[in-house]
């Protein structure tokens, strides 16, 4: 896209060596009108776009100087850059003030102007790219969707679309998924594969979501795809890309992000990165020869001892990774088979409490060391020797309840109390919700509220030093939480005295 150019100078020769030398200096310059007074070029301000203006200081009818503050007084998108015959301390001072991009005297110095168009036009362009990136935030939020300005070259213009899935389900009491992002790079590793002038990443309205929009005319392939999800390493959750094909006008940006998190939703892969086609039908697979082996290992568990039962779970979980199943398939068969296991052994506690357990678990782990990990706890927990009492529950949750009062402006997870008190997180999470009717992060969040809520109403710190000292490094992750849980931000929390 060209950068378009307004030169406002009085002299005829001076105008057209002006004209010439910048659109000669630099080849994404176009000079789309050369002007000889101030008025004239304020009528055409306000009929065209205009990115950057070369005006002079000396100009008939509306000085240069009146013509600067018109600009700065409409709050025009333009840049601009002052010319004068000789330095004047009040023009360069008319200049600073109006917001010009630099003063140049005349005649021009080629070099000098070469340098200035390179300092502009990267301005210019990350600008661009801060708005367009804002248009495409609002198109899925669902703002303006008819009303998104885009650039001059870009009238009607259609996208490609990625979304981008960590995880199976958002948990943000338990990760810093904006921290995550951050080591993945999406940016860095889809340039790879795409020009980063040709794509644009934005956030997604779930905190585990991010979408790239890519030109309809630099859309990768499917093997490329497939290249880009491998470069992005990260063990502790799966990554799940959905592509929709097919050219998706601004104004329809809002339904097809829907669409591709329904489509997300219902096809994540079960521990694996996947890249899936968008397809209205989706797709099927049958699933019954998978069940009939998974009852015939119910069958064989029946004379088994704990260990045995364990190593069960092991052969269940291979057998659904030998191929691709998504993940509310591996999860409805996983519930079957401790289920099912109830029928041929007795258990210490009731199915509907362990279903909750297996749901954590699936939700939270995204290995098969983790899983094997957290079910052979849980297995013995319901089919072995019952170590624990519900009296020795109370009193672990009870301890976990004073270390989180203790600990919470650190960085607690679970997998640290896991650490501290010898227990899988997926267990130490049951007994503290038995006890206290909410997970531990959800706990831990509740006490950060409150606390923040107390340092906001005494007014001394700053927003960000009340982040950091409730547990949040980052400021903006702490006001996002904070909102969810008491609907209003920490800035309005503040100002309103609540």
Known sequence: MKIRVLVVEDEPPIQRSICQKIEESNENYIVVAAIDNGKDAIQYLKEYPVDVMFVDMNLPIVSGKELLKFCYSEKLPVLPVVLSGYTDFEYVKCAVANHAVDYLLKPLNSQELKLILQKIEIRIREQQQEEKIQNLTDAIKGFNTLQTKESNSEKNPSYSMLLISLGACPYENERN?????EKLDLEGNFSQIVSEENFWLVNGKNINEKIIFVRRDQVPDINHLNQFVRSLKFLGLTITIVF???????????????LLQKYARKHVIFLKNSVLIYSPEGFKSDYTDLRRKIDCMILQCKNMNISDITDSFAELLKLLTVRPITQKEAVRNIKYFVSELYKVHNGHREFFEVEEDIQFILENYYTKEEILKEFDFLLK??????V??????????LKMKNYLDEKFRSNVTNQLLAANFGFVPSYLVSIFKICYGLT?????VNKRIDEAKVLLEDGSLKIKDIARVVGYEDSLYFSKVFKKFTGVSPKEYKGDGV
């Open 177 to 181: 998924y904006r921290e995550i992002f």
């Open 244 to 258: 929709y094909k097919d050219a998706v006008k601004v104004s329809d940006i809002f339904a097809t992000y829907h």
């Open 381 to 386: 927990d319901i089919f072995g020797i019952e």
């Open 388 to 397: 624990y009492d519900s009296r020795d529950k109370k009193i672990i949750a």
């Open 440 to 444: 531990p992060m959800d706990y831990l």
